[in-house]
């Protein structure tokens, strides 16, 4: 099997571990295989875009999602380290409003699976990183919907040392109970 999947505290949000093969001159992977995916998953997809983010040290990007055309993501960290978030927003599921993270990174290979109808996130805890994620469904800017990183009904203990960097439209964002969700 090239991945290992393991299950996150939320059943549907996943960490793949792929197989690596290294010897004295470097390492390889497959960091994406569809029919590997849907064999290690059980997850039928297509992914129709990639994207490719570089951020700083103390850099939070998220809450996000969107509301209409949800995306589902397959994450990884290319170079740094990150802490990777998941929030549960759909209302019919019990784990609504609970949160995965896992530490993403160059090093432990680690992917995570976040499945449509989540916000995601992410926090740099390198001088620099690298992510990168495949997406299920196109950016709809018109569609896109942010969740408060910092809301304490959610939770989230994020491994700051002093207030993150973020954009402004993620400060200003609505607190769950203000918050666009899924059925």
């Known amino acids: ?9 939320l059943p549907d949000v996943l960490i793949l571990e ?3 093969f290294e010897d004295p001159r470097g390492f390889f992977y497959e960091s994406y295989n569809a029919r590997d995916f849907l064999q290690a998953t059980g997850i039928d997809c297509v992914f129709v875009q990639d994207n490719h983010s570089r951020s700083q040290r103390g850099v939070l990007r998220g809450l996000h999602y969107q509301i209409e055309h949800p995306q589902g993501k397959l994450v990884r960290a290319s170079h740094g380290e990150v802490y990777d978030i998941a929030v549960d927003l759909r209302r019919s599921s019990p784990h609504f409003g609970q949160w995965a ?3 993403l990174s160059a090093q432990n290979r680690r992917q995570l699976w976040i499945p449509p109808g989540f ?3 992410f ?3 390198s001088e620099s990183a690298e992510f990168l994620y495949k997406t299920t469904d196109y950016w709809y800017p018109e569609h896109e919907r942010i969740l408060r990183w910092d809301d304490s009904r959610i939770g989230i203990p994020w491994p700051l040392d002093g207030a993150p960097i973020l954009a402004a439209k993620d400060a200003a964002a609505p607190f769950l109970d203000q918050a666009e969700t899924f059925v």
């Open 101 to 103: 993270g896992v530490v």
């Open 18 to 20: 792929p197989r690596v």
């Open 123 to 125: 926090l740099v805890l």
């Open 1 to 9: 099997m090239p991945y290992t999947v393991t299950p996150t505290t």
């Open 119 to 121: 916000a995601h996130g």
